[in-house]
């Protein structure tokens, strides 16, 4: 299993452009969710989703959007990326009935 | 206003002493409590669950405690290797039964082990 995949690594954007981050899972996890590392800040919640179709917003959501089309799919989408979007953003999964978060390795964005 | 707080951002210790990790949370009742390790660069694995109805677990030379009276986790890495330094996070789900995929974080205690 190639376990929680994240693309791209690196991206730089300017104010105002739009993207989306990929976040795939090969382990059938039904949990899905994606979260920002700032510095001093800690992972916070932007979305999350509880199965395919199903989704939810966490503590930061504005300026995000998602879809779960797929089970194993969840990108994430900036609208029109702003400098305070600056971040890593990590996307991670959880399996039913479990509790453990699997991690992908985290995109790390640049909004110039 | 719910908080959840990891009283040390850096902890520096001598290899071989414990190191001991704390969280504090006001104003959730978490049905469990998880730690995560990061080192840097890199995503948080990983390394224990405890749950309400649970006072310690442990697990190699991990421990984790949990009082939700005094609604505190400790962390605990006895005999600790240089290793062992990295990033540690607690994390809770902020409602009591709630989905697994919605977890909130800790800041995360950087922890030093010098040889």
Known sequence: NAGVTQTPKFQVLKTGQSMTLQCAQDMNHEYMSWYRQDPGMGLRLIHYSVGAGITDQGEVPNGYNVSRSTTEDFPLRLLSAAPSQTSVYFCASVKAGGWEQYFGPGTRLTVT | ?115
């Not at chain 2, 002493?17 to 009742?29: F, G, M, P, Q, V």
């Open chain 2, 1 to 115: 206003s719910q908080k959840i707080e990891q009283n040390s951002e850096a902890l520096n210790i001598q290899e071989g002493k414990t190191a001991t990790l704390t969280c504090n949370y006001t104003n959730y009742s978490p049905a469990y409590l998880q730690w995560y390790r990061q080192d840097p660069g890199r995503g948080p694995v990983f390394l224990l669950l405890i749950r309400e109805n649970e006072k310690e677990k442990r697990k190699e030379r991990l421990k984790v405690t949990f009082d939700t009276t005094l609604k505190q986790s400790l962390f605990h890495i006895t005999a600790s290797q240089p290793a062992d330094s990295a990033t540690y996070l607690c994390a809770l789900a902020p409602d009591y039964g709630g989905s697994q995929g919605n977890l909130i974080f800790g800041k995360g205690t950087k922890l030093s082990v010098k040889p």
